[in-house]
């Protein structure tokens, strides 16, 4: 069983200000981990992944996200937000093996609001 | 080319009364994914098809939830004699033919279900 653990609902900032979403995840098997995130009126798009390899991760618009596996987080950092940024951020983790092969299991979401 | 397209992208249905929501995946795509997402809440798996089969289908509901898939295309979410609890948004994604089982997911728009 896999599960993703978003520990921030909500997370308001103003302009240009840092950044991070939180997200720990439980799974018996490896895991990849993925950030998608979600514009007003628009459909789900991936923001980075992590795979393999370096922990730190870069995505798209500036965000960044470091895996850690012995604390089992995948945290998303943004070292200044813009407006545009608002959004809501899901992490994702997608099982390795076993009965949790091909599963990809979200976290409840962030929204992210910044103010000017 | 066009991304994953669900239809309708609104549906208001009288509780006990069934509903079908359609997914149209990316050509070509193999993989295809149902989640929903209530109202302030995550993302909820559903069930994964592989071509037209369905490794997982731990995430329904209940009984009054089915889905189909017809060859590696079209895929249809049926809920049955609905209730106020099934009122949120599906999701469908899908995963190309070729990637890797760990590449990101091309999510659909949703379909907005309100059980009245």
């Known amino acids: 069983a896999q599960s993703v653990t978003q520990l921030d609902s909500q997370v308001p900032v103003f302009e240009e200000a840092p950044v991070e979403l939180r997200c720990n995840y439980s799974?018996?098997?490896?895991?990849?981990l993925f950030w998608y995130v979600q514009y007003p009126n628009q459909g789900l798009q991936l923001l980075l992944k992590?795979?393999?390899?370096?922990?730190l991760v870069k995505g798209i618009n500036g965000f960044e996200a470091e895996f850690n596996k012995s604390q089992t987080s995948f945290h998303l950092r943004k070292p200044s937000v813009h407006i545009s940024d608002t959004a809501e951020y899901f992490c994702?983790?997608?099982?390795?093996?076993?009965?949790?092969?091909?599963?990809?299991?979200f976290g409840q979401g962030t929204i992210l609001t910044v103010h000017p | 080319g066009a991304g994953v397209s669900q239809s309708p992208s609104n549906k208001v249905t009288e509780k006990g009364k069934d509903v079908e929501l359609r997914c149209d995946p990316i050509?070509?795509?193999?993989?295809l994914y149902w989640y929903r997402q209530r109202l302030g809440q995550g993302l909820e798996f559903l069930i994964y098809?592989?071509?037209?089969?369905?490794?997982?289908k731990s995430g329904l509901p209940s009984d009054r939830f089915s889905a189909e898939r017809t060859g590696e295309s079209v895929s249809t979410l049926t809920i049955q004699r609905t209730q106020q609890e099934d009122s949120a948004v599906y999701l469908c994604?899908?995963?190309?033919?070729?990637?890797?089982?760990?590449?990101?997911?091309?999510f659909g728009n949703g379909t907005r279900l309100t059980v009245t």
């Open positions: 799974s018996s098997v490896s895991v990849y």
């Open positions: 994604a899908s995963r190309g033919r070729g990637s890797s089982y760990n590449s990101p997911l091309h």
């Open positions: 992590y795979l393999s390899g370096s922990t």
């Open positions: 098809f592989q071509g037209n089969s369905a490794p997982d």
């Open positions: 050509s070509g795509h193999t993989a």
């Open positions: 994702a983790v997608l099982g390795a093996g076993g009965t949790s092969y091909g599963k990809l299991t």
